[in-house]
Nanobody, 126 residues
């Protein structure tokens, strides 16, 4: 079992930055890939970014490429999502997720992730 807890969400003006953190417990953090997803009101949950178990491979949705950076610190059992140049359309509940996959690949489908955090609200005002 893996428990995930997000933090770092909040209200920010357009153009601002936030750093989300995902604290993991349970299985060794380095045994799984990690992803960030978001869900805006009235919309489906969508993939934002993912990182493989070692941090050597990353993947981004086109909508956040160049603005968001995913990283992980296996020694601290924590993953991060640095969000810069935020836009109002980035407003959503952001959730981290873990996939028991220990390869160079980065999963990006919802069904590939077995464990999910509760989510943290990110609101970007115009």
């Amino acid at each position: 079992q893996v428990q995930l807890v997000e933090s770092g969400g909040g209200l920010v003006q357009a153009g601002g930055s936030l750093r989300l953190a995902c604290a993991a417990s349970g299985r060794p953090f380095s045994s799984y890939a990690m992803g960030w997803f978001r869900q805006a009101p009235g919309k489906e949950r969508e993939f934002v970014s993912g990182i493989n178990w070692s941090g050597g491979s990353t993947l981004y949705a086109d909508s956040v490429k160049g603005r968001f950076t995913i990283s992980r610190d296996n020694a601290k059992n924590t993953g991060y999502l640095q969000m810069n140049s935020l836009k109002p359309e980035d407003t959503a509940v952001y959730s981290c997720a873990a996939a028991t996959l220990r390869t160079g690949s980065v999963p990006h489908f919802i069904y590939e992730y077995a464990y999910w955090g509760q989510g943290t609200q990110v609101t970007v005002s115009s």
